[in-house]
């Protein structure tokens, strides 16, 4: 495998920020400190496997280090196979054995089956799934004679989720639906289709991280909407799309993720047309739509306002149900619809027959699966934020009102070093530097409410412990590079 | 939707080529011969929707033709639905109501179940399939307390599918393996991650068309090694690797798809340590490997004589099994698959619990499954040979010893006019061009025996009698359009 890009001195003095801010900074060592801030840019996906490290003397004058820290860094970084190095072909980043990726992109350890995981905001299955999947089996017969190639989807689910948007009083039908493998899926084969390489695209900032690597991978030119702790500046975002016309915008208007914002009626009323004057199309991704809580009934989709067929809204399974599905859509005019199916056959073809039945039973379910996970998500965040407030009550935050997770303003910025040291307690975290397109956001910390209760105040407990244990050295538990070539 | 590629003049004339050689060419005028054309370049997805075609002037001077001509070809279009026109906006490609993609990138009359399906080489469900399913869902309560997301695959399919390749003479462990949402996925992947737009890319000539569908959404410059009757030409290959030194070069070494070549052991040999010093990754996909006939034996996979991790095996279940599964595989050297997993996180997250162990559960029955598959091919390719020799003894072709289809030399360079033709009697082609990465192969088409002995005779029969009647006028058979924005 000789392709290995090569991460600028100056671009990784950026990622690496304030990397001597790490906890327990006091005694370890500068090299040890880098070290550590390299392996937690790996670890949460900042820092691409495979990727050239500038060299030695480069790093040193970026970071306006000596080249000593420098050298000693990159040694233990060999050492606990982080990296390696070849003579003349430079050092490259890679991960130890036993090593895996986990959910949301963020790498795991393969036996951390014991720690908590707060970096993916996804549930386990409901209990309605067995009995679902039993159906769809029943339903397979009816497919076993074709070939099982259905690019835009099966047609019973296209019907069932065009229901869906009809109920919520946006008139759709079968054909403005396509099916994809989950919502992420369902943003990169729209971003294949209508954004060329190296276009501008609008998102806010914070934003879901996978749909910045989704960009990253069409070098889509990133412009941002910053949310504030209102949400969004309806006269900024119309002002941005004015002025930088993108090709796209993604946004999230419905319990954003991280900060779990909704979009108010006002500003829906007046994005389409907006977009519609800027010549850009606009991705709505809803996925934490049906995750309301607290009784508050969202305003009508985006899409609703949309005369100019130039809102695309992406959604799925995933949050509601169950990501290990992969069921998502995306709805649009019924051509665009077509153009994706055509995109689609040569990227992977189609949805797996047995998975879009299961779909379509579960979505028969809704009624009952849908309350149930609204409770529980009622009961985590409100331990999850009894936690907070006890232990640690300098953060700030609104209580959200809808999908997953709460985003917390910290007492500094401290969170890559958090999540660097919360490793060693057992804590998965995504740092708030992962939200963002350009590196910032180390005052915060997405907190996924997805787990039961008790582990949440665990978790909070914990990480507590390690805010205020600023003198702890951090202890790399990293085991042995045992990779199979 | 205001994105739209242009198609040129000079571009849409060489994708016509031959367009006037429309079989009832005589009787029909030059204005519906080149809207016939244009049609067949659309359905068969050589041409995309929502491309803007060349002015009439523009086209009118590219094909040498007058004005008129292609002023009232352009209005036939737009009122078969093919076309849709904007005062100063142009002129873009759309599809009829009723219309969908079909399997293998070919548009398809929603409507059209009475015909034959000649385009796609796939084949019905295994009768075992369902039993594999039921135990599926059994084993899946494993799985649902947990967020469902395995980027790189479920243990258990990784274990059998390795298994797999270790009982074929190559050592394989489950970290070497990426489960993939099948073989097209999995090219897909690999071209994410070590194709940058615009590389060079060696493909055989002919190959798979959604190979080249993949390698065209990511720009490749392709340069291609063209197969002759006996196959490849192992000098002529490696000395293009050596001269064009292409970043990847995508191969199909068992049962080539669409001519059925086995690559012999000399040339297997020779190709790995070719590719490593041209600094060339190699991509072998084994789609047919299972599907050897008449108790051929493939030689060992390419990858077994690779000393340098530069050969990326992708195979999969669609063709032994079944292509409404979605379930293939990358096998590469272990830090590949861990980037692999990465790059897929911001495609498509991971595959479905589900169907991978509805996959486990297949291969298990790989005994009972495959043999049943070869017997039942072997049945439908001699019925197909058959009837070609007895009602078109003029086209020639070699037996496929694997594999799923047939790749005939015609009689004339009339693949895509009889495609449009035979479409007429029910019958639907792949023609030749689809298979070339240039639009030539006009005198080739593939005819894949993954349907009934009865029916391909049928096709056969059918399409004897378009290519001797020249003389009907092919009549579109289009419904109305009917779109829903």
Same mark, same amino acid.
């Given at each position: ?87 003349? $072909? %430079? ?35 409901? =209990? ?31 019907? #069932? ?12 039908? =079968? ?21 060329? $390489? %190296? ?16 960009? $990253? ?22 002002? =941005? ?5 993108? &090709?796209?915008?993604?946004? @999230? ?53 949309? &005369? ?5 809204? @992406? %959604? ?10 992969? @069921?998502?859509?995306?709805?649009? #005019? =019924? ?18 027959? +047995? ?36 232990? +640690? ?12 997770? +709460? ?31 350009? %590196? ?43 990779? @199979?070539?």
């Amino acid at each position: 495998m000789a392709l290995v890009s090569t991460v600028r001195g100056a671009q990784l003095a950026r990622l690496l920020g304030q990397w001597h801010a790490l906890p327990g900074r006091r005694r370890s060592p500068d090299y040890a400190a880098l070290a550590g801030a390299v392996r937690g840019l790996l670890t949460d996906g900042r820092l691409a496997l495979g990727v050239r490290l500038p060299a030695e003397r480069e790093l040193a004058q970026a970071l306006a280090i000596s080249r000593t820290t420098v050298s000693a860094a990159y040694r233990e970084l060999r050492a606990s196979g982080h990296l390696t190095s070849r003579r003349g $072909a %430079g050092s490259w980043t890679t991960l130890p054995g036993g090593h895996r990726v986990g959910s949301h992109g963020l790498w795991a350890p393969l036996d951390d089956l014991d720690g908590i995981d707060l970096g993916s905001a996804a549930m386990p299955a409901p =209990a309605e799934l067995p009995a679902a999947a039993e159906e769809a089996v029943a339903d397979l017969s009816r497919y076993l004679s074709g070939a099982g190639y259905h690019p835009a989807g099966l047609p019973d689910l296209r019907d #069932a989720v065009a229901a869906g948007f009809t109920r919520r009083g946006l008139p759709t039908s =079968a054909e403005q639906i396509m099916i994809t493998s989950g919502v992420q899926h369902a943003l990169d084969l729209v971003l294949r289709l209508l954004v060329p $390489a %190296g276009s501008p695209v609008l998102v806010e900032t914070p934003t879901y991280p996978n749909a910045l690597a989704s960009l $990253a991978a069409r070098r889509a030119r990133i412009a941002t909407h910053g949310l504030g702790r209102a949400g969004w500046d309806a006269e900024l975002l119309l002002g =941005a799309v004015r002025q930088t016309r993108p &090709r796209l915008a993604y946004l @999230i208007p419905e319990f954003h993720n991280p900060t779990g914002h909704l979009m108010p009626v006002g500003l829906r009323e007046r994005l389409p047309a907006a977009v519609h004057s800027a010549g850009t199309d606009l991705v709505a991704d809803e996925s934490f739509v049906d995750l309301a809580l607290d009784g508050v009934a969202p305003p009508p989709p985006l899409a609703s306002y949309d &005369r100019h067929s130039r809102v695309l809204t @992406i %959604g799925g399974m995933s949050k509601p149900y169950w990501g290990g599905l992969r @069921i998502g859509w995306v709805r649009a #005019a =019924a051509p665009v619809v077509q153009r994706l199916a055509a995109v689609r056959v040569g990227m992977d073809m189609s949805s797996p027959v +047995l998975d879009q039945l299961v779909a379509v039973r579960l979505l028969e379910r809704a009624d009952t699966v849908v309350p149930a996970r609204r409770a529980q998500l009622v009961r985590q965040r409100d331990a999850l934020v009894a936690a907070l407030r006890a232990e +640690l009550p300098e953060w700030r935050f609104a209580v959200p009102r809808g999908g997953m997770s +709460l985003w917390a303003e910290l007492d500094g910025p401290v969170s890559s070093a958090l999540a660097r040291a919360a490793e060693d307690l057992g804590v998965r975290l995504a740092p708030g530097p992962r939200f963002g397109a350009d %590196g910032t956001l180390e005052r915060f910390l997405r907190l996924p409410f997805a787990l039961p209760p008790e582990d949440l105040a665990e978790a909070v407990r914990r990480l507590a412990a390690v805010r205020y244990d600023l003198d702890r050295v951090p202890r790399p538990r990293w085991s042995e590079p045992a990779m @199979i070539a």
